[in-house]
């Protein structure tokens, strides 16, 4: 999933979108991952884009019970999935998030960028994304 940008206010429709589906989920255990283009403030950018919308939104998820997977995990662990071309800065733009009948299965997530070869190991070699990588029992 890749939200759309928030200058056109998509991302907003779309979020929104998510935090309804969310709230209301009763088919039993259930994940839903991606590039969200979102992230808490101060602990997922390097540089500040995340606002109080994005935190709304996130903080949302863990209210209705849809917990980010890594965070649960690595609580205030700083670690970057997207690394602007521009600028240069990192942000964690790539969750998961699992509802509570799943997140006892949860065993780690991971994020691994990919290597051309052993000896070179560009962030960027394969994506501008790291492969978000997700265990469960």
């Not at 969750?95 to 051309?116: C, D, H, V």
């Amino acid at each position: 999933m890749h939200l759309p940008n928030m200058v056109t206010g998509r991302k907003l429709t779309f979020m929104d979108s998510i935090a309804r589906l969310t709230a209301h989920w009763r088919r039993g255990p259930a994940v839903f991952l991606g590039d969200t283009n979102c992230g808490w403030p101060l602990i997922d950018e390097e540089s500040r884009v995340f606002g109080p919308r994005t935190a709304a939104w996130l903080d949302g998820l863990q209210a209705s019970g849809w917990l980010d997977a890594f965070r649960h995990l690595h609580a205030d662990t700083r670690l970057y999935t997207w690394y602007s071309p521009n600028g240069g800065n990192g942000f964690r733009l790539d969750q998961a998030f699992l509802n509570k009948a799943l997140m006892a299965r949860l065993q780690s997530i991971t994020y691994e960028w990919g290597r051309p070869n052993a000896a070179e190991a560009k962030r960027d070699a394969l994506s501008d994304h790291a492969a978000l990588i997700l265990d469960l029992t």
